[in-house]
């Protein structure tokens, strides 16, 4: 950090943020702009290089800008299913802003809240900075943020945007007992920088911040919403984003037995045939988690489709169903054949 | 989790010494603005050791809460007195959530969650005391699944609660291992109590009544922790459990009939001893095997070492609502006797050489029948029943060990 300082002097003192790396380790800052991960006007520092996944977790619509800032010196080190191994000190950052217009997502955004995952000596810290008076300040205890736009249908949407608490954080980022990163896996980063180019993974390890990448056989997830893609990889994918990070054997989810990270392979435990244990008025009145060619019998579809705590998949993350992800779910089932034998 | 080191497990005792150590903070929050911040600002913000005193009250929550720190204790004025009330929460599947470890959560209602009430994930050490959890527009299919909801945990204790109009089951213990449920109250749930593909359990001196169920021993296949074993059902009244059953069609509960006392599915080494069973119109005591097709290798879906003794069954068996239970009444004698037995004795997993029961089924010194079933799928409409032998459990008195010791701090702060 020192050197950092002493290299910018050198340089005639830009204008430009330096990321706190010592701060990030140290301590949980009160304000965002504390870590100097950003300017003033929101473009990042240098070193805080942004990154995308080929396919997202469904958040009420809101666009999501990836970052990662690895400590100067320090790389990932590649894994072929999970999240990359960070070193500590690596700081991800992912900020949510909601455009005016649904129809035009690049357009008009309000910045809402602003997520870190902090890689501590100690293990990760996940920490939310929601905008309030023109800054983004520390909430521990999440927030709701009432937020008015023109929704895909051209009529006013009034979305109750929910901030989580530092618990909530943790419920999504489990691995056993620690907290996780959950995105930036090697296949979800298998994609060119938004969905064109080379793959990230390709430039990461060119560019000096990722070891080990194999020449051959590294997994790639479907983009969910690419129809090149064969309908069972885009769902899959879907569900591992949207669903897996709970829904695994050392997740939140784990006493449901329904599993939905992208290498489970046991039909009941992705819920072909599998009937619900704690769903209680979750089930809608349906047998199965899946029941192959018919998604109205499917619980999984009804958790999807609807916006009520108590029966709504994930529990917290959105307000409102992710239209097109139902689609994409409801397709998928369809197309199961009901003659399938369980197992 | 974090884990409490025994110093700090030293401090509470301390704490609740007089004049002893001041280690252990009391946090006070009151009702009134902003409460859902204050509430889980200081559950996020408690240190090991801490008691958080939530100050009667009626708290109007739009959020679940949750808590993930160890060693804490959560305290209000009484269940009557300190209300977390959910009725217009918006989000998350649980009114209050624990993930940590050695917490107490005591002297406090919570009423109308849109999910469960309280749930305790992957928690040793969990002590529920003096709760109530009801739903207060009555039963309804559309009530949250469960009052009480400890899963994954271990050393778990539920005692002088009440739950009322849980859509599932009242007190619902899932997939956990130590387990005291005492002195509670469920009533007008679709299951009173429940314990389900758990281990080493006591469900002891409680009362059950008004449930569609009133106390459920259950195994599921396909689940991470399976092959419940060592219960302990004893000096429970379980009285007149005839509700209409209101669970949402799929849930395994749905299919327990109305007017059964207590049920025992796919367990072994099940005690009902010492029970008043009193004026459930179908099973005063149902064992069964596992009632649905299942591809589980690892699951075995018949109970066994199921024994029945010493119980007090008045007025029960007038009314079984299960299929062929009418005729299976009539068949002997209009009433049912207190015991019944599916006598399933045999499975087949597809892929699988057939399996037998590798010990016996059912023990009673009370008479009882068996529907003979025999081979897992055949349905009770086709039963050929017969009495089941009465057994002489002769010089097998009981002491006073219900079998469970829960560690001396945790039962210390739930006293």
């Known amino acids: 950090m020192r050197r950092a300082l002493l290299a910018l002097l050198l340089l005639g003192a830009a204008p430009q943020p330096a990321v706190r790396g010592d701060l990030l380790l140290a301590s949980d800052a009160p304000r965002l702009a504390d870590y100097g991960l950003f300017d003033a006007s929101g473009n990042p520092a240098p070193g805080v290089a942004p990154y995308t996944l080929g396919t997202p977790l469904f958040s009420d619509h809101a666009e999501k800008f990836r970052y990662v800032w690895l400590p100067p010196g320090t790389r990932a080190s590649y894994r072929a299913s999970g999240a990359l191994a960070f070193p500590v000190g690596t700081v991800l950052i992912k900020r949510f802003a909601f455009p005016a217009d649904l129809r035009q997502p690049a357009r008009d955004l309000r910045p809402v809240e602003t997520r870190l ?111 090149k893609q064969p309908l069972a990889a885009r769902a899959r994918a879907y569900l591992a984003v949207n669903c897996g990070h709970c829904h695994d054997r050392a997740g939140f989810a784990s006493n449901s037995g329904l599993y ?72 998928w089932i369809s197309a199961m054949d009901p003659a399938a034998p369980a197992g | ?186 009533e007008m749930n679709v299951a009173g109590i429940e314990i389900e593909n ?43 459990n005839n509700h209409v059953n209101f669970a949402a069609p799929g849930n395994i509960v749905a ?18 001893w010492g029970n008043q069973v009193i004026g459930n119109n179908g099973n005063a005591v149902m064992v069964v095997a596992y009632t649905q097709a299942f591809t589980d290798k690892a699951y075995n879906p018949l109970p066994q070492a199921v024994d029945v003794w010493g119980n007090d069954f008045r007025g029960n068996g007038s009314a079984p609502a299960f299929p062929g239970g009418k005729q299976i009444a009539a068949a002997v004698g209009g009433t049912l006797p207190p015991v019944m037995w599916d006598g399933i004795t045999r499975y087949t997993v597809p892929g699988t050489a057939e399996a037998r029961m590798a010990s016996g089924g059912v023990r009673s010194d009370v008479p009882g029948i068996t529907l003979n079933l025999g081979t897992h799928g055949t349905p009770a409409t086709a039963a050929r029943p017969s009495p089941l032998p009465v057994t002489d459990f002769g010089k097998l008195v009981p002491g006073a060990d219900i079998g469970v010791t829960l560690p001396a701090e945790l039962e210390a702060r739930s006293r």
Not at chain 1, 296 to 316: K, N, T, Y
Not at chain 2, 9 to 31: D, E, K, N, W
Not at chain 2, 215 to 236: A, E, M, T, Y
Request: charge should be neutral; charged fraction near 20%; include cysteine.
């Open chain 1, 260 to 331: 939905l990270g992208p290498e489970e392979a046991t039909p009941a435990h992705l819920g072909i045939l599998k009937r619900p244990v704690a769903a209680g008025r979750g089930s809608g009145g349906r047998e199965f988690s899946i029941q192959p060619g018919n998604p109205d019998a499917s619980i999984l579809v009804h958790r999807m489709e609807s916006s009520e705590p108590g029966i709504m998949m994930p529990q917290f993350g959105r307000s409102m169903p992710h239209r097109e992800g139902v689609a994409l779910i409801r397709a």
């Open chain 2, 1 to 186: 989790m974090r884990k409490a080191t025994g110093a700090l497990l030293a401090a509470y005792i301390f704490a609740g010494t007089p004049g002893g150590s001041a280690a252990a903070r009391m946090i006070h929050v009151g009702p009134g603005d902003n409460a859902q911040e204050r509430l889980q600002t200081a559950l996020i913000e408690a240190a090991p050791g801490d008691i958080i005193h939530i100050a009667a009250g009626r708290y109007a929550l739009a959020d679940g809460l949750s808590l993930d720190v160890d060693g804490v204790t959560i305290r209000g004025d009484g269940p009557e007195r300190t209300i977390l009330d959910f009725t217009a929460q918006k989000g998350e599947g649980e009114g209050l959530l624990i993930t940590s470890d050695n917490v107490v959560v005591r002297d406090l209602g919570v009423e109308n969650p849109a999910g469960n009430g309280i749930k305790s994930k992957g928690s040793d050490g969990i002590a529920l005391v003096n709760i109530r959890v009801e739903w207060t527009g009555g039963p309804k299919s559309t009530n949250g699944a469960y009052g009480l909801y400890p899963v994954s945990s271990k050393n778990v204790l539920i005692d002088r609660s009440f739950v009322r109009g849980a859509s599932d089951a009242g007190i619902y213990v899932g997939q956990s291992q130590n387990i005291i449920v005492r002195r509670s109250r469920a």
């Open chain 1, 117 to 227: 995952l902090i890689h501590r000596a100690t293990g990760w810290v996940a920490l939310s900075y929601v905008e309030e008076g023109g800054e983004a300040v520390l909430k521990r205890a999440g927030k709701r943020v009432p937020v008015n736009v023109i929704g895909q249908d051209g009529q006013p949407l009034a979305i109750d945007y929910a901030v989580p608490n530092q618990n909530q954080c943790k419920q999504c980022h489990q691995a056993g007992e620690a907290i996780t990163p959950i995105g930036p896996t090697a296949g979800n980063l298998n994609h060119g920088l938004n969905g064109a180019g080379q793959s990230q993974m390709v430039q990461w390890q060119a560019t000096g911040r990722l070891d080990g990448l194999p020449a051959t056989g590294v997994p790639q997830l479907a983009r969910w919403d690419d129809p």
């Open chain 2, 198 to 240: 758990s281990h080493d359990a006591a469900v002891v001196g409680n009362i059950a009544t008004n449930n569609a169920g009133g106390i459920l021993v259950f195994d599921l296949p396909d689940l991470p922790q399976q092959g419940g074993r060592n219960v302990k059902v004893s000096g429970n009244q379980v009285v007149g």
């Open chain 2, 255 to 272: 299919g327990v009939p109305s007017g059964t006392g207590i049920m025992v599915m796919a367990n072994r080494n099940v005690s009902v």
